[in-house]
Antibody
Framework: QLQLQESGPGLVKPSETLSLTCTVS??????????WGWIRQPPGKGLEWIGS???????YYIPSLKSRVTMSVDTSKNQFSLKLSSVTAADTAVYYC??????????????WGQGTLVIVSS | QSVLTQPPSVSGAPGQRVTISCTGS?????????VHWYQHLPGTAPKLLIY???NRPSGVPDRFSGSKSGTSASLAITGLQAEDEADYYC????????????FGGGTKLTVL
């Protein structure tokens, strides 16, 4: 059974960089055809896609965050990561990592992590 | 403001049928991109409920069904149960500058 677990600091100061890691268990992150993404949910609001990287090597980010987001993969640790720079209070949210199922054009997510709350505050 | 529009809330009594709408535009649902639905209980991982407009992943009861027409999609839940009380989100692909993956604003389902 595939499992995803987010980890990282729960409190980040304004203007600093938010760094989160998603650890995948139950399968290899480098398995062909799998793609991975990050989604967040600000308090009291809905889900917002942040970005995804596809097995093809392409990475896509939501335009509003593109200048501040970096996603990377560490296959040796079976992890992938999210960095969001210059954070403000508006970046306070529960952050989820998730998997796109195999197959081209698969934009939905079939497995999600439990989510981790990140608060931006001094 | 979400790219896909959902009603903030819907409600129904146990055993009843409810539907949740998801309205998009010509750059997402209207462009024939698939619609997917998730069930989300606060504090838990969102659960894929419907993918590809009307397909249920293994383990999802057939009380849940999806449909799509034009620039809108709907999630129907029949035989409403107390455990169905949750937030529901639609999701699609968007070809404009809104982003690769777009979600609806979410609908809170209350079982009366």
């Amino acid at each position: 059974q595939l499992q995803l677990q987010e980890s990282g600091p729960g409190l980040v100061k304004p203007s600093e960089t938010l760094s989160l890691t998603c650890t995948v268990s139950g399968d290899s992150i480098s398995s062909s055809s799998y793609s991975w993404g990050w989604i967040r949910q600000p308090p009291g609001k809905g889900l917002e896609w942040i970005g995804s990287f596809y097995y093809s090597g392409n990475t896509y980010y939501i335009p509003s965050l593109k200048s501040r987001v970096t996603m990377s993969v560490d296959t040796s640790k079976n992890q992938f990561s999210l960095k969001l720079s210059s954070v403000t209070a508006a970046d306070t949210a529960v952050y989820y990592c998730a998997r796109h199922p195999p197959g081209s054009g698969r934009t939905f997510f079939d497995y999600w992590g439990q989510g981790t709350l990140v608060i931006v505050s001094s | 403001q979400s790219v896909l529009t959902q009603p903030p809330s819907v409600s129904g009594a146990p055993g009843q049928r409810v539907t949740i709408s998801c309205t998009g535009s010509s750059s997402n649902i209207g462009a024939r991109y698939d619609v997917h639905w998730y069930q989300h209980l606060p504090g838990t991982a969102p659960k894929l409920l419907i993918y590809g407009n009307n397909n249920r992943p293994s383990g999802v009861p057939d009380r849940f069904s999806g449909s799509k027409s034009g620039t809108s999609a709907s999630l129907a839940i029949t035989g409403l149960q107390a455990e169905d009380e949750a937030d529901y989100y639609c999701q699609s692909y968007d070809s404009s500058l809104s982003g690769f993956v777009v979600f609806g604003g979410g609908t809170k389902l209350t079982v009366l």
